[in-house]
């Protein structure tokens, strides 16, 4: 369910140049012409030889490799520091979604999402992603799995549906209804569907239509999408890998290029 761097050719240079010719003794020059020749012959020999060697080099075959090659991706930022929220579950929590007013602005490849985030209702997972945008974990990262008539899913920095932030967070109670432009933790589940507590990390998805069937699965919703439903309805519509692997894998993943964090 919901759960997130060529070998140039190297040129080749002819040297199968002809040995030069010599003319026929009964018209050679005198002795000290003779020398002057060979002079000549020497230092010709010694350009040409020079010529080889600098395009030996430039061809790679001496001193460097013969092509430039392509610059490495930039690696992405180490977020060994990164730990979880200090905010824990809420004993009473409110009968509706609550929040403070606090928004995020998920700029993508297709255009712009804004969420509003549900501070007070969800307090843990809306801290967690708070400090993970703020610390631009987010950054450069895709909607991995997308699932037409259901949702999209992001926030795995390795793009495989297993990867996270490495920890994990307490889970919030579930306050709210899984309605169209929902935002909730995505989290791993036991292989016969039921939950693994206070499993979740940094992955998220947001619904694309009303799902009432994940009610009793326990995805705390913590933010609703406020402005950009038609990019998220864009996304959800990209090529995908159907139900092989996780399900729903996205063949282009759509990118967050940045998450950025509003508060009133």
């Known amino acids: 369910m919901a759960k997130r761097k060529h070998t140039a050719q190297r040129s080749r240079i002819n040297e199968g140049a002809q040995r030069p010719g010599f003319t026929r003794r009964s018209n050679m020059a005198p002795p000290s012409a003779r020398r002057n020749n060979a002079v000549w012959l ?4 010694m350009g040409v030889l020079g010529v080889i060697v600098v395009a030996a080099y430039a061809a790679g075959w001496i001193g460097q490799p013969g092509a ?3 610059p490495s991706p930039a690696p992405r930022p180490s977020f060994a520091n990164l730990a979880p929220p200090s905010a824990t579950p809420l004993a009473n929590p409110p009968s509706a979604p609550a929040g403070d007013g606090t928004t995020a ?4 490849d297709l255009g712009i999402i804004v969420i509003e985030l549900y501070t007070d209702s969800a307090p843990v997972a809306a801290q967690n992603f708070i400090n993970l945008a703020e610390a631009g ?6 909607f991995h799995r997308i699932i037409p008539g259901f949702m999209i899913q992001g926030g795995d920095p390795l793009g495989t549906g297993g990867g996270g932030p490495g920890y994990e967070i307490r889970d919030d109670a579930v306050v709210g209804d899984y309605s169209r432009g929902q935002v909730a933790m ?4 036991n292989r016969d569907g039921s939950k693994i507590p206070d499993s979740a990390g940094s992955q998220f998805f947001i619904l694309v239509e009303d799902s009432s069937f994940l009610q009793s699965g326990g995805y705390a919703i913590f933010g609703n999408v406020t402005e950009g439903m038609d990019v998220v309805d864009q996304i959800v519509s990209e090529p ?15 990118i967050m290029r940045s998450v950025t964090i509003q508060r009133p």
Request: hydrophobic share 35%; charged share 10%.
């Open 137 to 142: 974990f987010y950054n450069g990262v895709g």
């Open 42 to 45: 020497a230092l010709g020999g």
């Open 186 to 189: 995505a989290r791993p589940a």
């Open 105 to 108: 602005t998920i700029v993508t």
């Open 240 to 254: 995908n890998a159907g139900d092989e692997g996780n399900g729903g894998t996205a063949l282009e993943p759509v």
């Open 68 to 70: 430039t090659p392509s």
